[in-house]
C-alpha cells in the first residue's frame, strides 16, 4: 500500500511546507502537519519539501502482469453503416510506427452489420490482421452489444495496447471495455510513444490543456487510449493489400443488450460559425460584396465557413449571425484566416482562443498582427487566389 | 422513481501553470464550483421526479469541502446528499474513481436511474460515466440529447451521434450521461437554501465500503500512473512571412498542409 508519511521533525517552516501542494491537501494542526481527503498523491511535497519531511513509502510490489503474453497494437475501427471513420487510419497509421519500435503487429478490430467487404480497404494501410466479427445484432452501436464483442476479440488476442477514436462512439465504447478489464484508458492522447516492454507512452493534456501529462499504464494490460480525429497522420493508402482478415463469431445470445434503438435520424448538417472547424473572415479590406464569393471558394476548400466583422454586417453586406466579436460570435475554431481585417479588440475578443490564427492584412501596423500565428502584410486579393491555386494542385497530385 | 445524479466539484477556472524552473503547479486558491455539465444532469432529476414522482439524490466524491455542492443541488431542489472521502482514495484515475463511485452508490441505495454530466471541465475524459455503468453491471446510453417517456421500466432517451440521432429505450437500472443544453438548470433557490442549509449528509469513507481493500481505491487502485506534468511546448507561435505576395502564399500553404487543414 502506496502512502506518504509525514516527519514533523524534519519541517522548521510549517506554513512554507504546506503551501507547497498545489491541491491545499495539507493542513496545519496543532503545529503539525495533517493531509486530508484533498491529496491527489501527486508527490510534489515529497520532491519539493525539505528532505524527508515528506516520505513516500511503497509496499511491496504486487504481481505483476507478465507483459510477453501481450502482443501487438490494435486499432478499435470506426465507422457509421460500414464507412470507416478517418481517424481509424490515422491510428493505423501510429499503431505500425509503435508496433515497429518493438517488432510487434498490428491488428483492427472490425465490429458490425455486413462490414466484410469494407475490411478489405483496411488492408491498404498495413495492418496485419483484420480481426471481423459482423452480425446482425451489431447492427446499431449499442454499448453492451459491442463491449462483448470487444471483449471476445481481447480474450483471444491479447493485443498489448488498443487504440480507440475519440469520436462519440470510441468515448462510450473505450471506457466501458477498459472497466471491463480494470485497465488503465487515457482520454485523448496527443502524443503516443512506446518502451521496449511495450509500455504505451501516452501524453495528453491535463487540466483544460494548460499543463501536459505523461502517463503509463505499467502493470496492466491491454493498455488502452483514445486519441481525436486529426492529431495523428494518416499514413499513404497503398495499392497492394497486405495481412490477412480473420472473422470471429459470438453467440446471439451473449450479444443480449437492454437498449433497443427505435428509430434514427439523419441529422440536418447544420451551419454556424460556432461549429465550424475553420473559419475565413471578412473584414473592411473586401472591396465589394461580390468579392464574398472569394472567400467562400477558400472556405469551401478547406471545409470550413466564412464569417465577418461588424462593419461587414452594417453594410448589409452579411447576417448578423455570421459576426464574430463581443457583439456577435464567440468562435474557437482550429483555424481562423482574416482577410483585411484589422482586429479591433472586441474582434479579438471573440476569436483569440483560436487554434491557429492566419492574417493577411496590407497595413504592417493593424492590431490584428499582435494576435496572428501567421502574418502576412499582403494584399488578399493577391494571395488568396495563389493560395487556392496551391490547394487545388495538391490535391490534384494525391487524387 | 429513484434518482441518482452524479456531482463533483471542479476548480473554477482551468488557469493553471506549471512552473518552469520547479516544476510545481500553480493553481488559483479555494474556487471552486459544481462541474457545469452535472447543472443540466441535475436539471433532468429533478424535471423526471416532478413529472413521475420519487426522489433526487445526489452523490459527490473529493475532499470534505465538496460537501458544497451537495447544498448546492440541495437549493436546486434535490432530496438528498452524500459525500465520499478518504484519504485512502487520493489519486485516483478513471478506474479507480469509477470504482469507488460504484462502491459508494451500492452503499447509497438501489436506483432505478444515474445521471451524470457528459464530462467534467477539469478531467475532461467523459470515461467515468461509462466507467461506472460497467462496474456497476448495468446499461448506459451517452451523449443525450432529449428525455422522452419513462414506461414500463424504462426510459426512452435521444442519443446524439455523429450522423444521426437515435431514439433509444433503454431499461431500469440504467445510467445516462448528458449533454450540455439538454434542460435549462434552474437557478438555486434562496428559500430552499436557507430550508436546507441544516440538512444532514451521509459521509462514506473506505470503512463502509462493501469491499474495504485499499489496494482497489486511490493511487493503488489505479492503473494508469503520471510519470511527470510538464508544460506544454508553446504552440503559440509568431511568425511573419517574408518575401513576394506569391511566395508568402505558398508558405501558408505548406503551413496549412503541415496542420492538415488540406491534402
Redesign the interface.
Known amino acids: 500500500?502506496?502512502k506518504l508519511v509525514v516527519h514533523q521533525d524534519k519541517i522548521d517552516d510549517v506554513q512554507a511546507f504546506i503551501k507547497?501542494c498545489?491541491?491545499?491537501?495539507m493542513v496545519e494542526k496543532d503545529g503539525k502537519v495533517e493531509?486530508?481527503?484533498?491529496?491527489?498523491?501527486?508527490r510534489?511535497c515529497v520532491?519539493?519539501g525539505p528532505k524527508g519531511a515528506m516520505e513516500y513509502v511503497e509496499d511491496e510490489k504486487?504481481p505483476t502482469v507478465d507483459k510477453s503474453k501481450w502482443r501487438g497494437i490494435a486499432v478499435y475501427v470506426d465507422h457509421?453503416e460500414g464507412r470507416i471513420?478517418p481517424v481509424t487510419y490515422e491510428l493505423l497509421g501510429k499503431a505500425r510506427e509503435l508496433a515497429e519500435k518493438i517488432s510487434q503487429p498490428v491488428y483492427a478490430l472490425f465490429l458490425g452489420s455486413e462490414i466484410t467487404k469494407e475490411a478489405e480497404e483496411l488492408q491498404h494501410y498495413g495492418v496485419d490482421k483484420v480481426f471481423v466479427c459482423d452480425k446482425e445484432e451489431l447492427k446499431?452501436?449499442k454499448?453492451?452489444t459491442y463491449?462483448t464483442a470487444f471483449e471476445h476479440f481481447v480474450k483471444m488476442v491479447h493485443p498489448a495496447a488498443i487504440l480507440v477514436g475519440a469520436?462519440?462512439?470510441g468515448?462510450?465504447?473505450?471506457?466501458?471495455?477498459?472497466?471491463?478489464f480494470?485497465?488503465?484508458?487515457?482520454?485523448?492522447c496527443t502524443v503516443l510513444d512506446i518502451h521496449e516492454n511495450s509500455d504505451l507512452v501516452?501524453i495528453r493534456?491535463?487540466?483544460?490543456?494548460?499543463?501536459?501529462?505523461?502517463?503509463?499504464?505499467?502493470?496492466?494490460r491491454p493498455q488502452m487510449a483514445t486519441v481525436r480525429y486529426?492529431v495523428m497522420?494518416a499514413p499513404k493508402r497503398s495499392s497492394d493489400k497486405s495481412g490477412e482478415i480473420v472473422t470471429f463469431d459470438v453467440s446471439t445470445e451473449e450479444l443480449g443488450?437492454?437498449?433497443?434503438?427505435?428509430?434514427?435520424?439523419?441529422?440536418e448538417k447544420e451551419k454556424s460559425i460556432e461549429m465550424a472547424d475553420?473559419l475565413v473572415v471578412a473584414g473592411r479590406g473586401l472591396k465589394k460584396k461580390e468579392d464574398i464569393a472569394l472567400l467562400q471558394e477558400l472556405a469551401d476548400?478547406?471545409g470550413g465557413e466564412v464569417a465577418c466583422t461588424r462593419p461587414m454586417v452594417e453594410s448589409g453586406w452579411f447576417d448578423a449571425k455570421h459576426q464574430i466579436g463581443l457583439s456577435g460570435r464567440t468562435v474557437r475554431p482550429?483555424?481562423i484566416i482574416t482577410c483585411g481585417v484589422s482586429g479591433a479588440i472586441q474582434f479579438v475578443a471573440g476569436m483569440n482562443n483560436s487554434d491557429?490564427i492566419?492574417a493577411i492584412n496590407t497595413d504592417p501596423k493593424a492590431s490584428i498582427?499582435k494576435t496572428?500565428?501567421?502574418?502576412?502584410?499582403?494584399?488578399l486579393y493577391?494571395?488568396?487566389p495563389?493560395?487556392l491555386s496551391?490547394?487545388r494542385e495538391?490535391?490534384g497530385e494525391?487524387a | 422513481m429513484e434518482i441518482l445524479v452524479c456531482i463533483k466539484q471542479v476548480p473554477g477556472s482551468n488557469k493553471v501553470e506549471v512552473d518552469p524552473v520547479t516544476g510545481v503547479l500553480k493553481r488559483d486558491g479555494a474556487d471552486s464550483k459544481m462541474n457545469p455539465y452535472d447543472l443540466y444532469a441535475l436539471e433532468v432529476g429533478l424535471e423526471l421526479r416532478e413529472q413521475y414522482g420519487g426522489k433526487v439524490s445526489v452523490l459527490t466524491m473529493g475532499p470534505p469541502q465538496a460537501k458544497a455542492v451537495l447544498y448546492e443541488a440541495f437549493a436546486m431542489g434535490a432530496d438528498e446528499g452524500a459525500l465520499i472521502t478518504d484519504r485512502k482514495f487520493g489519486g485516483a484515475d478513471v478506474l479507480a474513481t469509477s470504482y469507488t463511485l460504484s462502491q459508494g452508490i451500492k452503499k447509497f441505495g438501489k436506483f432505478d436511474l444515474i445521471l451524470c454530466g457528459l464530462q467534467t471541465t477539469d478531467g475532461d475524459t467523459a470515461q467515468v460515466g461509462p466507467e461506472v455503468s460497467e462496474t456497476l453491471g448495468i446499461p448506459c446510453v451517452c451523449n443525450v440529447s432529449a428525455i422522452g417517456a419513462v414506461k414500463a421500466g424504462g426510459i426512452t432517451v435521444m442519443m446524439d451521434m455523429p450522423e444521426d440521432i437515435e431514439e433509444v429505450k433503454v431499461s431500469f437500472p440504467c445510467l445516462l450521461t448528458v449533454q450540455k443544453d439538454i434542460m435549462q438548470p434552474r437557478l438555486p433557490s434562496y428559500k430552499l437554501k436557507k430550508a436546507t442549509e441544516s440538512r444532514g449528509i451521509q459521509m462514506f469513507t473506505l470503512q463502509d465500503m462493501e469491499d474495504t481493500d485499499e489496494h482497489h481505491y486511490g493511487l493503488n487502485g489505479s492503473p494508469t500512473q503520471v510519470q511527470r506534468i510538464f508544460p506544454p511546448t508553446s504552440d503559440k507561435v509568431q511568425q511573419k512571412l517574408e518575401g513576394t505576395t506569391a511566395e508568402m502564399a505558398d508558405q501558408l500553404y505548406r503551413i496549412l498542409k503541415k496542420k492538415k487543414f488540406t491534402a
Open positions: 500500500m502506496a507547497i498545489p491541491f491545499g491537501a493531509l486530508t481527503a484533498a491529496c491527489r498523491m501527486c510534489l520532491k519539493k504486487k457509421v471513420h446499431d452501436f454499448i453492451e463491449a469520436t462519440p462512439v468515448r462510450q465504447l473505450a471506457p466501458r471495455c477498459a472497466a471491463r480494470r485497465t488503465g484508458l487515457t482520454a485523448d501516452q493534456p491535463a487540466f483544460g490543456g494548460n499543463i501536459m501529462a505523461e502517463i503509463l499504464t505499467p502493470n496492466h486529426k497522420d443488450s437492454h437498449v433497443d434503438v427505435l428509430r434514427v435520424t439523419k441529422k475553420v476548400e478547406l482550429k483555424l491557429t492566419v498582427f496572428a500565428n501567421y502574418a502576412i502584410v499582403g494584399d493577391e494571395v488568396i495563389k493560395l496551391d490547394i495538391g490535391k494525391n
